[in-house]
């Protein structure tokens, strides 16, 4: 039988208790038909040997100490802080926080980051890693899905053109591998599952760019509101003062109570020119939202900067690149209509 690992990256730098926590391991992987799945655990006793394990294994996940001794063998500090700031920012992992300083904890802007009072023992921890086991083995599957995409264009077109790329030396060469590898990993996967997309993909919750963007959904007291003004005219600072908003209509109630073929025919756009059908979403609170039509007959202009600006209102998310195009190509297409001329029968 097949049986889940969870590989875990312990940062700890007291002996007692990272035996605590190997025999607490040997435990439950001795009862796995129980707790279903095994935990492998890498040690780290500092911050750096942390960084590094993170790096050089496929971690699923981290449990932090605060406190950690330095290379010198200086006092204890609060190191596991600067631990969890770096997974955060490098790694798609679990992280999870098992201290007897909890109040040092310094998690207030990683809402997912659960802090565990080592007091409570290490259940807790354990039972928290088998919440987390849906998630981590589907990020295992999306790790191994990019990798084999990766390792196509790689043999395919990176290795054998690598003079090529070779060509343009410098820094530049980074950014351009990484896109063109992103490319082909996006156009294979864009027709996986037959092209059938979650409403999750439509939108980044919250926006990943700091930058105001086409597609940028936003919310102020009238409503919410979408980007409609072209992306060149938003990529350079102070090129337009401006931007044109369309404005959402909520369709939920028509929604939850059509049948599938109604369905079908409402994210159809309605059959109209002047909508555009966009699914549900859940913000970032966790409140459901939507679905919506986009009402290209309800524009409205506000400027960039200001109390009543762009830059003011709340975003609330942005519509993914692959489902920008066709807002803006429906949008452009019913300001295209120039209509048929009336012909006389006479």
């Given at each position: 039988?097949?049986?889940?690992?969870?590989?875990?990256?312990?940062?700890?730098?007291?002996?007692?208790?990272?035996?605590?926590?190997?025999?607490?391991?040997?435990?439950?992987?001795?009862?796995?038909?129980?707790?279903?799945?095994?935990?492998?655990?890498?040690?780290?006793?500092?911050?750096?040997?942390?960084?590094?394990?993170?790096?050089?294994?496929?971690?699923?996940?981290?449990?932090?100490?605060?406190?950690?001794?330095?290379?010198?063998?200086?006092?204890?500090?609060?190191?596991?802080?600067?631990?969890?700031?770096?997974?955060?920012?490098?790694?798609?992992?679990?992280?999870?926080?098992?201290?007897?300083?909890?109040?040092?904890?310094?998690?207030?802007?990683?809402?997912?980051?659960?802090?565990?009072?080592?007091?409570?023992?290490?259940?807790?921890?354990?039972?928290?890693?088998?919440k987390?086991?849906?998630?981590?083995?589907?990020?295992?599957?999306?790790?191994?899905?990019?990798?084999?995409?990766?390792?196509?264009?790689?043999?395919?077109?990176?290795?054998p053109?690598?003079?090529?790329?070779?060509?343009?030396?410098?820094?530049?060469?980074?950014?351009?591998?990484?896109?063109?590898?992103?490319a082909?990993?996006?156009?294979?996967?864009?027709?996986?599952?037959?092209?059938?997309?979650?409403?999750?993909?439509?939108?980044?919750?919250?926006?990943i760019?700091?930058?105001?963007?086409?597609?940028?959904?936003?919310?102020?007291?009238?409503?919410?509101?979408?980007?409609?003004?072209?992306?060149?005219?938003l990529?350079?600072?102070?090129?337009?003062?401006?931007?044109?908003?369309?404005?959402?209509?909520?369709?939920?109630?028509?929604?939850?109570?059509?049948?599938?073929?109604?369905?079908t025919?409402?994210?159809?756009?309605?059959?109209?020119?002047?909508?555009?059908?966009?699914?549900?979403?859940?913000?970032?609170?966790?409140?459901?939202?939507?679905?919506w039509?986009?009402?290209?007959?309800?524009?409205?202009?506000?400027p960039?900067?200001?109390?009543q600006?762009?830059?003011?209102?709340?975003?609330?998310?942005?519509?993914?690149?692959?489902?920008?195009?066709?807002?803006?190509?429906?949008?452009?297409?019913?300001?295209?209509?120039i209509?048929?001329?009336?012909?006389?029968?006479?």
């Amino acid at each position: 039988m097949d049986v889940a690992c969870i590989n875990v990256v312990l940062v700890e730098d007291e002996g007692a208790n990272i035996k605590a926590w190997q025999d607490h391991a040997a435990m439950h992987n001795a009862d796995v038909q129980n707790t279903g799945f095994k935990v492998i655990t890498i040690v780290a006793k500092s911050a750096a040997e942390a960084r590094h394990a993170l790096v050089e294994n496929r971690a699923d996940a981290v449990v932090v100490d605060l406190r950690l001794r330095t290379e010198g063998n200086a006092a204890p500090n609060d190191h596991g802080n600067d631990v969890v700031r770096y997974a955060h920012s490098a790694h798609p992992v679990a992280i999870a926080v098992y201290t007897g300083q909890r109040q040092e904890a310094e998690v207030e802007a990683f809402p997912q980051v659960e802090v565990f009072d080592r007091g409570a023992g290490l259940v807790p921890v354990f039972e928290w890693l088998g919440k987390q086991r849906g998630m981590l083995e589907h990020l295992k599957e999306l790790r191994n899905s990019i990798e084999a995409e990766t390792a196509k264009v790689f043999f395919s077109s990176v290795w054998p053109r690598w003079s090529g790329w070779t060509a343009q030396r410098g820094p530049a060469i980074k950014p351009m591998l990484f896109r063109h590898v992103i490319a082909h990993i996006h156009d294979n996967l864009m027709n996986a599952n037959g092209g059938v997309s979650h409403p999750e993909e439509t939108y980044f919750v919250p926006p990943i760019k700091v930058r105001f963007d086409t597609g940028d959904i936003v919310r102020d007291g009238q409503g919410l509101w979408v980007v409609v003004t072209p992306r060149c005219d938003l990529a350079t600072d102070g090129k337009v003062s401006l931007v044109l908003l369309a404005e959402f209509q909520d369709i939920s109630t028509r929604w939850r109570g059509a049948n599938a073929r109604e369905r079908t025919k409402i994210s159809q756009h309605g059959g109209s020119h002047k909508n555009h059908f966009l699914p549900e979403m859940v913000d970032s609170a966790g409140n459901g939202m939507g679905p919506w039509f986009v009402d290209f007959t309800s524009l409205r202009v506000v400027p960039i900067d200001g109390d009543q600006g762009l830059k003011a209102m709340n975003r609330v998310a942005s519509l993914t690149p692959q489902f920008v195009p066709s807002l803006v190509e429906r949008f452009g297409a019913y300001f295209s209509r120039i209509g048929t001329p009336v012909v006389s029968q006479d």
